[in-house]
């Protein structure tokens, strides 16, 4: 009898089971290994706002349970996946040196926000307007700590298949899926759960990013540039470009405007040659009043939902998670803004699967 089955693997369904590893909980993960949001994005560690200088919802208490949690980790998995450097920031008006001075002396975010303004040249970048630096901040490679994670477990504890949502029986308060019996099931499958038929009445709505892999002999690996959009470090002269947010289009396949958007917005502050050597595309699983979805079915107790990590899966992923946990297992209450039900109005007669 596993305690768990996690449907998904990308950040949502990594800090599901690594929080069930923690309580040497037995589980198995099923993912069809797709390349979902999660392996496409740039990784950014960040608890701010930059757009409104300010806080993300509860960030000071998400930040610190990331950092306990990739660095115990990294310790355990003996893997370096996350790298504390700095976010420069580039002012597009002047008016923006007040309002970063006035932000960088609140307190949480004094802890993130440099109260310096720079305005001295940077080798290849157009910096009219001065810029400033995001301290305690960084990265982690997303593909990394997946990949190593997954390649600890044995064969009864990460199955590479597609899940068959029609396999899935309840019998007694358990689940059976293919002859595995299980306490409960947890999906964690980012956009694809809209074909989900327990749980697609949910506002997930999705938002389609688009993003480029450039190589630049000029740009620094030692830090991450924000200019209208974020140049992240990958490895020697290569660099993750992006993104945009599409709402309207809901495949995964790169455009040629996201592209050129992306070249003008990049080509307006660097001055500098660069390649293009990759372009890609993935929906983010963002909801529509830009929360997470966790929970447990309206009908089917022991189905739960953890998704709509959007484009802050780094940062939240890991308290997201040990929330998640405490909900499951020691049936502790939800944060209102997280838990499901306050898309109740929505669930009138979801596709029940006869078994």
């Known amino acids: 009898m596993k305690d768990a089955i996690i449907v998904g693997f990308g950040l949502a369904g990594f800090h599901c089971a690594l929080e069930?590893?923690?309580?040497?909980?037995?589980?198995?993960?099923?993912?069809?290994?797709?390349?979902?949001?999660?392996?496409?994005?740039?990784?950014?560690?960040?608890?701010?706002?930059?757009?409104?200088?300010?806080?993300?919802?509860r960030g000071e208490e998400f930040f610190d349970q990331a950092i306990s949690t990739y660095s115990f980790f990294e310790e355990k998995y003996n893997i370096n996946v996350f790298q504390k450097i700095p976010i420069i920031y580039y002012f597009n008006q002047l008016s923006n040196h007040n309002d970063w001075t006035v932000a960088s002396n609140r307190k949480g975010l004094d802890r993130f926000l440099s109260p310096l303004i720079n305005t001295d040249a940077n080798k290849g970048i157009n910096a009219n307007f001065g810029y400033a630096k995001l301290q305690n901040v960084?990265?982690?490679?997303?593909?990394?700590?997946?990949?190593?994670?997954?390649k600890k477990l044995d064969s009864n504890s990460f199955s590479q298949k597609e899940f068959d949502y029609g396999e899935l029986k309840f019998i007694n308060n358990k689940i059976e899926y293919k002859n595995v019996k299980a306490r409960y099931i947890v999906f964690c499958e980012g956009f694809q759960l809209k074909r989900n038929p327990w749980f697609s009445y949910l506002p997930l709505e999705g938002s389609k990013g688009e993003f480029l892999h450039i190589r630049s002999k000029v740009l620094s690996q030692k830090k991450i540039i924000k200019a209208g959009l974020f140049i992240v470090p990958i490895e020697k002269d290569l660099f993750w470009v992006g993104a945009n947010f599409d709402r309207k289009d809901k495949t995964s396949k790169p455009t040629k405007s996201g592209k050129d958007w992306i070249l003008v917005k990049l080509k307006s502050f660097l001055d500098s040659p660069f390649e293009v050597v990759d372009h890609k595309a993935a929906i983010r699983p963002t909801v529509k009043d830009r929360r997470p979805l966790l929970g447990a079915h309206p009908?089917?107790?022991?189905?739960?939902?953890?998704?709509?990590?959007g484009s802050r899966g780094v940062l939240m992923g890991p308290l997201l998670a040990k929330w998640m946990y405490k909900f499951v297992v020691e049936k502790k209450k939800l944060y209102p803004e997280l838990a499901i039900n306050r898309f109740e109005t929505y669930f009138s007669n979801p596709k029940n699967i006869d078994v």
């Open 138 to 150: 960084g990265k982690l490679d997303i593909s990394k700590t997946l990949e190593g994670f997954k």
């Open 299 to 309: 009908k089917q107790k022991n189905l739960y939902i953890f998704n709509g990590l």
């Open 20 to 57: 069930l590893q923690k309580h040497k909980k037995d589980f198995l993960i099923i993912s069809n290994e797709r390349e979902g949001a999660s392996k496409n994005a740039g990784g950014v560690f960040n608890p701010t706002v930059l757009k409104r200088y300010t806080m993300s919802w």
